[in-house]
């Protein structure tokens, strides 16, 4: 590692002309370094004397730029020749098999450092150096080492390819414009590239547009992000308050009710006390006169009797009258009607207002959501790949194209038993839970056909409603037969009109709650849209008709 370490530094401070490490280094414009007698030696060689290039990356200078000695760089090699900066070993000189290899050298190949469009091939340090000591090779174009080289062969004349055809838009070398290119349009490979480069650069910068604009779209949306957390935030807190605040009002009016009855009821039961005390004094004072008159009854002595008589037997008349109205045992059951009552109509009134709330909730999504695809090419952008459940197909359907198809057999498969299984009905559903912007096409052949999305928990035994397609709240079904088109929910059929065609497009923006249905031929016709609130994921699902053997439905693959 070390070694591997020590080959790193001397090649980042390596001079990339003399490829030794740089001597009085310099650092010119475009970033590059070189020993100040190599840059200088090459510039001075050069025979554009009004523009002066770099070696490395080929950007131009002009005028010719000032050279001054690197401090930084110079620093550094100080630094890494005291801390033993030495040439690599020689083994790690040598090419290894992910390498590219010196052409020139022979036994034992070296690495090459630089390759020669021009030559073609890949030179070692030792063999480059001609490239940059004599003239003629000095202009040819040195890149870093290629193991493509032979590309730029042509296989034919087996000389390099320096012209591009327009006519055929291929590379192609001098001798091919003499026979089979003979006539067409050449221009030299560089001026091409130059064109290409022109036509790359518009490219990116309507590319770097895009970006800009698509980060300021993200922006935007984060923005709208932050926007409805902190709306949804404030509007959960708010309601949290107002349900609160009417839940403590319904409490209050709950303790002045139960005050109101134990104060009415302890008026009451004072009142039928006070009477109840007044008749039992009554009763004894009656019945002591009644136990004088027995006494005086049973009096042997008639002259006692007689004297006495008079006294006792006078009765004193009467100022008694029954005034108690027994209730029917009712007393306070008209309160509790009167509260009973005043519940059915808080339960009408949050039933009522609490479904204009979700409806503003569903709003608030579907304005947030973005706007219906109109044509094909951009419902394809949300296009969904459908597989079938092998657990949820009935006995008799066949899956087969990677589980994107399922056929009405006249005999059962070999299916393992599973809670999942519909035992009843010709029905499948998809192993993909489906959920956001998703958009899948059905064609099928033979008899009627169901295009249905279900929820997981739909029922799967029995051959009740509970378990069909449509027939329950838990699924949303169309229904092709005899030429028509009938939309199910909850048990609910909808005729629909509409053109009829054996390809069936579904789209499903499961948080707005929309549900699109249509007709897919060389247009597309809206058969049938819902617009509800889904509460769990979705499954898209296929029943096929009774009876119609060999009837098949397959959920195509769009592109």
Not at 476 to 492: A, G, M, P, Q, V
Not at 512 to 534: D, P, W
Request: proline share 4%; glycine share 4%.
């Amino acid at each position: 590692m070390a070694e591997r370490g020590v080959q790193m530094d001397q090649e980042k401070f390596s001079c990339s002309i003399c490829l030794d490490l740089l001597k009085e280094p310099v650092t010119i414009p475009c970033g590059h370094s070189y020993c100040m007698n190599c840059i200088t030696e090459h510039w001075d060689a050069g025979t554009q004397r009004e523009v002066y290039s770099c070696p490395q990356c080929r950007k131009e200078f002009k005028p010719r730029p000032v050279l001054e000695k690197s401090i930084v760089i110079t620093g550094f090699l100080e630094d890494l020749e005291k801390t033993g900066l030495q040439a690599a070993p020689a083994d790690l000189c040598y090419a290894g098999p992910e390498d590219v290899a010196c052409d020139v050298c022979t036994g034992r190949k070296r690495k090459a450092v630089k390759s020669c469009l021009f030559c073609p091939a890949s030179y070692c340090r030792d063999h480059l150096q001609p490239h940059y000591d004599a003239p003629p090779l000095k202009k040819h174009k040195l890149v870093n080492p290629s193991k493509n080289l032979q590309e730029n062969i042509c296989s034919r004349h087996d000389e390099v390819m320096k012209i591009f055809c327009r006519t055929d838009q291929q590379c192609i070398c001098y001798l091919c414009t003499m026979d089979e290119h003979k006539g067409h349009e050449t221009v030299p490979a560089a001026a091409e590239r130059a064109e290409k480069q022109k036509e790359l650069q518009v490219s990116r910068q309507q590319i770097q547009q895009r970006i800009q604009d698509q980060e300021k779209d993200v922006k935007l949306l984060q923005q709208e992000l932050e926007a409805i957390n902190v709306s949804a935030d404030k509007a959960v807190e708010d309601s949290e308050k107002i349900f609160t605040e009417m839940i403590g009002l319904i409490q209050k009016r709950s303790s002045d009710v139960k005050q109101q009855i134990r104060s009415q009821q302890e008026t009451e039961v004072s009142r039928v006390k006070e009477l109840q005390e007044k008749l039992e004094q009554k009763i004894t004072e009656l019945k002591r006169k009644d136990a004088e008159l027995k006494q005086l009854s049973d009096t042997e002595d008639h002259n006692q009797f007689l004297l006495n008589y008079p006294s006792l037997s006078a009765l004193s008349e009467s100022t008694y009258s029954s005034s108690i109205n027994v209730r029917p045992l009712r007393f306070f059951e008209d309160v509790t009607a009167a509260v009973s009552k005043l519940m059915d109509k808080l339960k009408y009134i949050l039933r009522d207002k609490g479904t204009n709330i979700s409806e503003k909730v569903t709003e608030v999504d579907v304005l947030i959501s973005e706007p219906e695809p109109k044509t094909r090419a951009e419902f394809l952008k949300y296009s969904q790949k459908i597989t079938l459940d092998p657990n949820t197909a009935y006995n008799d359907l066949l899956l087969s194209e990677g589980n994107r198809k399922v056929t009405l057999l006249n005999q059962p498969q070999s299916y393992p038993d599973h809670p999942d299984r519909f035992t009843e009905w010709f029905q499948v559903l998809s192993r993909e839970s489906l959920t956001g912007r998703c958009y899948w096409e059905v064609k099928w052949r033979g008899g009627g056909v169901d295009v249905a999305v279900s929820y997981k928990n739909i029922r799967r035994a029995g051959g009740s409603n509970q378990c069909l397609f449509g027939g329950n709240d838990k699924s949303w079904s169309l229904r092709y037969e005899t030429k028509s088109y009938t939309f199910c929910h909850d048990n609910i059929q909808t005729p629909v009109s509409g053109p009829v065609s054996s390809r069936i497009g579904v789209y499903l923006d499961h948080r707005a709650g929309i549900l699109s249905l249509y007709s897919v031929s060389e247009t597309m016709t809206l058969l049938h849209r819902v617009q509800t609130t889904f509460t769990q994921p979705l499954h898209a699902g296929i029943r096929l008709r009774s009876f119609s053997f060999g009837a098949f439905a397959e959920f195509l693959k769009l592109k």
